[in-house]
């Protein structure tokens, strides 16, 4: 049963995007037709071949004919497939490693919206329940996003220097959290530090939390002893305790080593636990919940 689900996936998905699909495959002439209709750009990067929730998506939203007229009126559709079980062209390689580097992502599939500028204004990971219906009403959303976010980025280039633009760059970066965008602002953190470097804001030890957080996701996992990085949490959770969504992020982190790098079931769960009791409807207890619903 499962290959056979597996089979049709695939076979859908190199259906979807044969010769007469309205999804592009190559990034820059995908730019182009934004930039020159001045439609949004949906971007899907994908796991065809792979990725179930991937696969799921292509037989329920991305495929139908519904979906495919109503956003092929609205939208540039782009796909960009990371391959596993084929190879992939050296264009596509390039292109896919072009558009991460500008738009990371932590897992597939993930959507993006932008505009032919390249500003983003809406990004989800994973697989969406609901059909066209939910998938639409998603990017609905994410168009309602544009303008606010567009509105709190010009606030940070009018506001002066020091305290009033830590202000306006913490406010944008909060609202970029909250929307799943952050990845267009990661120097936010280190600015919001500089431009409050008395502290008096009291914004600095939040960012310089968030920095040191950022910098242990990119490497904990190279280091030669992974108690080096659960300490290393410990004190960052310890300096969060002012702001309970941050402390939630860092203890997840840590929640995540215990159960992947250690195999410590106890105390991935104990941790879990904290990070849920921080606030049970943030993404961060949503996820510690359905990871404690499936430890023993």
């Not at 056979?4 to 190199?14: E, S, W």
């Not at 092929?72 to 558009?99: I, M």
């Not at 406010?171 to 502290?199: C, H, M």
Request: with cysteine; glycine share 8%; charged share 25%.
């Amino acid at each position: 049963m499962i290959r056979t689900f597996v089979l049709v996936g695939v076979l859908v998905a190199a259906g979807v995007w044969g010769q007469d699909s309205p999804w592009l495959t190559d990034l820059d002439a995908a730019w182009k037709e934004s930039s020159t209709t001045g439609k949004p750009l949906l971007v899907v990067a994908t796991g065809s071949d792979w990725s179930t929730p991937c696969m799921r998506m292509d037989v329920e939203v991305w495929s139908r004919p519904d979906f495919l007229s109503a956003a092929g009126a609205k939208y540039v559709l782009l796909k960009l497939d990371f391959l596993r079980q084929t190879v992939p062209s050296e264009r596509s390689r390039g292109q896919n490693l072009r558009w991460t580097d500008q738009y990371p992502f932590q897992a597939l599939p993930t959507v993006y919206l932008l505009d032919g500028n390249g500003f983003l204004f809406g990004q989800r990971t994973g697989y969406l329940p609901g059909g066209s219906s939910a998938f639409l009403g998603l990017l609905t959303a994410f168009e309602a996003q544009k303008a606010p976010l567009q509105g709190l980025v010009d606030a940070v280039r009018k506001a002066a220097p020091g305290v009033e633009r830590a202000k306006a760059e913490d406010t944008l970066f909060r609202q970029a959290e909250a929307w799943n965008l952050t990845s267009q602002y990661g120097d936010l953190p280190l600015r919001i530090v500089q431009d409050d470097k008395d502290g008096s804001a009291g914004l600095k030890t939040r960012y310089q939390v968030i920095q040191a957080h950022t910098r242990l996701l990119a490497t904990w996992a190279d280091l030669p002893d992974f108690h080096r990085a659960i300490d290393d949490l410990d004190k960052l959770a310890a300096r969060a305790q002012p702001w309970p969504d941050l402390q939630q992020k860092v203890l997840f982190t840590q929640g995540m080593i215990w159960m992947n790098a250690f195999r410590d079931e106890i105390k991935a769960r104990d941790t879990f636990r904290k990070v849920k009791s921080l606030g049970a409807d943030t993404e961060a207890g949503q996820r510690a919940a359905e990871l404690l619903d499936q430890l023993p």
